[in-house]
């Protein structure tokens, strides 16, 4: 009948129309409150990783030794690093030039025959310099907890450089801090183009995550043996 709202619309406006904010001084100070207790809540995961990351963010130039540095991957283009890794990459190698790190551990997604982020970033690694036996691969790193997790319990790693993106470092330091590994990180500069944004905005969501792991530490999901890899490359 004309005039008669749709049957989803209108019970969408009759739902509005019943819900009413509290009228009593009492009943509006609980409704706040709990806004800021949400409030609090959402943002807390993200507060403990830069509260326990943010301070041990350092350049390349300033970056304190350790043995390995660890450069967690970032996608592939057509078969070879993407831009943002290879700038990770890039500043693995410069620490590697410098005596910073002897060995680098290099930790990506090989889920699958066709898409092999460990090798391509190795390939990188020794077209710049770096020589191959130098060079460890994690062909299990599926994610930042993974490769933290994998780095400390299979390869051993106990002290390490970090190597990623700025919009990143702080959650991989958060994380590998909480795997075990006494870690600074190198958070490399980007432009703030869409791959940029998208991965601050990643961050945000990615923090809660982050933060269960840290308390829950769950196995990554694949564990496998022990490696030697690590061990024979600063020999």
Not at 38 to 45: E, G, I, K, R, Y
Not at 76 to 101: C, F, I, K, M, Q
Not at 136 to 159: E, L, N, P, Q
Request: aromatic share 8%; proline share 6%.
């Amino acid at each position: 009948m004309r005039g008669q709202e749709p049957g989803l619309i209108g019970r969408i406006r009759s739902g509005a129309r019943r819900v009413r904010l509290p009228r009593t001084r009492r009943g509006q100070r609980l409704a706040y409150q709990a806004v800021v207790a949400l409030t609090v809540l959402a943002l807390a995961p993200a507060t403990w990783m830069n509260a326990t990351g943010g301070p041990r963010v350092r350049t390349v130039a300033d970056a304190p030794a350790a043995p390995v540095a660890v450069v967690f991957g970032a996608g592939l283009w057509n078969g070879e690093p993407s831009p943002y890794l290879a700038h990770r990459l890039d500043a693995a190698a410069a620490l590697y030039d410098r005596g910073t790190v002897r060995a680098i551990l290099v930790t990506g997604d090989n889920s699958t025959h066709d898409y092999d982020e460990p090798d391509a970033m190795r390939g990188y690694l020794v077209r710049h310099g770096v020589p191959a036996r130098k060079i460890v691969g994690d062909y299990a790193g599926f994610d930042t907890w993974d490769s933290c997790s994998r780095a400390h319990r299979i390869f051993g790693v106990k002290r390490a450089v970090l190597v990623s993106q700025g919009f990143h470092i702080r959650r991989a330091l958060a994380l590998c801090q909480a795997a075990g590994i006494d870690a600074y990180g190198v958070g490399v500069a980007a432009t703030h183009d869409v791959t940029w944004a998208y991965g601050g905005v990643r961050e945000i969501f990615a923090a809660g995550k982050a933060a269960a792991d840290a308390v829950l530490r769950p196995d990554p999901h694949f564990l496998g043996p022990r490696e030697k890899g690590v061990a024979e490359a600063l020999r």
